[in-house]
Nanobody
Framework: VQLQASGGGLVQSGGSLRLSCAAS????????MAWFRQAPGKEREFVAA????????YYTDSVKGRFAISRDRAKNTVALQMNILKPEDTAVYYC?????????????????????WGQGTLVTVSS
């Protein structure tokens, strides 16, 4: 699977950005697509995921109510709509693909469980 992320940029606190990730090379019916982020000096952390086949969504607590992940099955893309952005959302955002997981997995998702990664797109939120 090849992944191409886009949509990052500079935005003021309270603003919005929409990230997109285009997937190619494999059918995604048995996969979850996710967004992770990595801030300077920190570990890469899970942000959100969507089950490609069913559309079930999962979020880390810090973005619930502000971010929304969605997919377009016709275009093989996944989007991350980010609203009410905060300076602590500043990071490089990565899209990733891994085999579909049960709901309870998302209590503690790990980057090592995702096999395919995009190149990352930088999101900077100014205060």
């Amino acid at each position: 699977v090849q992944l191409q992320a886009s949509g990052g940029g500079l935005v003021q606190s309270g603003g919005s950005l929409r990230l997109s990730c285009a997937a190619s090379g494999r059918t995604l019916n048995y996969y979850d697509m996710a967004w992770f982020r990595q801030a300077p000096g920190k570990e890469r952390e899970f942000v959100a995921a969507i089950r490609w086949s069913q559309g079930s969504t999962y979020y880390t607590d810090s973005v619930k109510g502000r971010f929304a992940i969605s997919r377009d099955r016709a275009k093989n893309t996944v989007a991350l709509q980010m609203n009410i952005l905060k300076p602590e959302d500043t990071a490089v955002y990565y899209c990733a693909v891994g085999t579909s997981k049960i709901q309870s997995y998302y209590a503690n998702p790990k980057r090592d469980d995702y096999s395919y990664w995009g190149q990352g797109t930088l999101v900077t939120v100014s205060s």
